[in-house]
């Protein structure tokens, strides 16, 4: 059964959510959420998920619970229980994020979200990144603006105890932040030279593997059950 480069990168996100336990999942975007909801159907039926204001839902969207985003602010994200898988217009080497700004803080040359939830998510709990098209504008040796913490910023403000930069999923494969930067996987049908030329970084490839593909019931899944219209495929 032949199986898409999305196909592999939401089995990708699902595998994020492994070994979560009971938790708030909290994915942005399209291929995140329905790696969530993958998760959810398979490997981790305790996994919470949020519509994001106020209610947990099921993978159908059916509303389970009430959560209404105060308590998500007041206890949820400080309490360390959620995992959020975010975008970033720029990833460093220090796994710092931006999605507030391209060019000198003082006069940008594009203006983006703001920082948003980026500090809070990134010194309070488990925080990992989509980024649906892999290049050097992304992964970058230093970012613009710092909006959502590393690990040596995140231990510089005494914030290290909390803070758990997870993985990056992108279009070429998998990348983790530790003491240096990794690759952990690649797609089928990608080579570890591709994503070194799309990265402006240097990447230790001494663990990296092939990146898991979807079995049959996942794929039945993903065709049928959570992404019928093939929206995956349209981004």
């Known amino acids: 059964m032949s199986v898409t480069r999305m196909e592999i990168a939401i089995a990708a996100c699902a595998d994020l959510f492994r070994d979560d336990g009971e938790i708030v999942a909290s994915p942005m975007g399209l291929i995140p959420s329905l ?25 159908n969207g059916v509303v ?41 803080h003082e006069k940008p040359r594009k203006q983006l979200l703001g920082v948003r939830g980026g500090p809070g998510n990134t010194v309070n709990h488990r925080t990992s990144y989509w980024v649906p098209r892999h290049s050097t504008r992304v992964f970058v040796d230093e ?28 279009n070429l494969g998998v990348l983790a932040f530790g003491d240096r930067p990794s690759l952990v996987s690649v797609h089928p049908g990608v080579t570890v030279d591709e994503v070194r030329a799309a990265t402006s ?25 959570l992404d019928p219209e093939s929206l995956r495929d349209k981004g």
Do not use: C
């Open 64 to 104: 389970e619970g009430w959560q209404p985003f105060r308590k998500v602010l007041d206890t949820v994200v400080p309490g360390g229980k959620r995992h959020v898988v975010m975008g970033a217009n720029q990833i460093d080497r220090h796994g710092n994020q931006n999605i507030s700004a391209i060019g000198p």
């Open 201 to 225: 970084f240097e990447l230790d490839t001494g663990g990296t593997v092939e990146t898991r593909v979807p079995d049959d019931e996942e794929l039945r899944l993903i065709r049928t059950v």
């Open 143 to 170: 970012v613009d603006v710092v909006s959502g913490v590393g690990r040596a910023r995140a231990l510089a403000a005494g914030a290290g105890r909390f803070h758990e930069g997870h993985r990056v999923v992108t």
């Open 35 to 59: 790696g969530a909801k993958l998760a959810r159907l398979t490997f981790a039926p305790e996994l919470l998920l949020s519509d994001g204001e106020a209610y947990l839902l099921d993978e």
